[in-house]
């Protein structure tokens, strides 16, 4: 069972380029709020986490400057073309990770529920486990919650493969939590995913598609 110090802290990743989309992504308006403020209020309206650690690309602190507060934190990337695995890192490496569980999420999943997160915290506090990762009808969806005595894990490995590799490794401490929320697997990657966005019927669709297409892959 894993043990806690304090509620876990969140490590959002947001030094990306959004290449696929042509603009930045993160600072898209979704009805009155941007996609990054979205991600960040699921850990912020969570009754379970500690503090929030967005990571940024080098040198543009005073563009996300407006998102900080007392338990919001900005963690600068030095050089994000090393992968998502360089971010995580980035997390792992500041004080306010240290000897914390930790959440992993990309910043461009925005309706995750806090509902879902306070859930996954119970998880692993109250099951054998070291990883607690969300599943939608059998589809991966985020954040991950990793155990802090994974976070070493994190330097030694995932270069190729980022988190999977880590999970792969501990795949017996795995807990998969089964939710009915389509959310937490709908990430913005392309005009036509932020075009459908505030349609909750929309992005159902597109979930329960991505679920058809593993469902069909798997039964060739």
């Known amino acids: 069972m894993a043990t806690l110090k304090s509620d876990p802290i969140a490590i959002v990743l ?15 308006k979704l009805g009155n709020k941007r996609v990054i403020e979205r991600t960040l209020l699921t850990f912020r309206n969570a009754k379970r986490v500690e503090d929030v650690l967005l990571v940024i690309p080098a040198g543009s602190k ?18 994000p073309s090393r992968g998502m695995i360089s971010s995580i890192r980035c997390g792992l490496e500041s004080g306010w990770a ?7 999420c990309p910043g461009d999943v925005p309706f995750i529920r806090p509902q879902v997160v306070d859930k996954m915290v119970q998880t692993l506090v109250t099951r054998d486990c070291k ?8 589809l991966g969806g985020h954040p991950g919650l990793y155990a802090t005595d994974l976070s070493q894990e994190f ?5 190729e493969s980022g988190a999977r590799e880590i ?7 795995v807990v998969r939590m089964h939710v009915q929320d389509p959310d937490v697997c709908f990430d913005i990657d392309t005009a036509e995913d932020l075009s459908m966005a505030l349609d909750e ?14 469902r069909k892959l798997r039964l060739q």
Request: charged share 30%.
């Open 14 to 28: 947001a030094a990306g380029s959004s290449e696929r989309m042509g603009l930045d992504k993160l600072f898209a």
């Open 62 to 79: 005073e563009k996300f400057a407006p998102l900080r507060s007392p338990t919001m934190h900005l963690v600068e990337n030095p050089d």
């Open 98 to 104: 240290q000897e914390q569980n930790f959440f992993i």
């Open 131 to 138: 990883i607690v990762l969300p599943s939608y009808q059998g």
């Open 155 to 159: 330097f030694l490995r995932g270069d």
């Open 167 to 173: 999970i792969f490794r501990h795949a017996a401490e």
């Open 201 to 214: 019927d929309a992005r159902r669709e597109r979930v329960d598609g991505q679920v058809r297409a593993k």
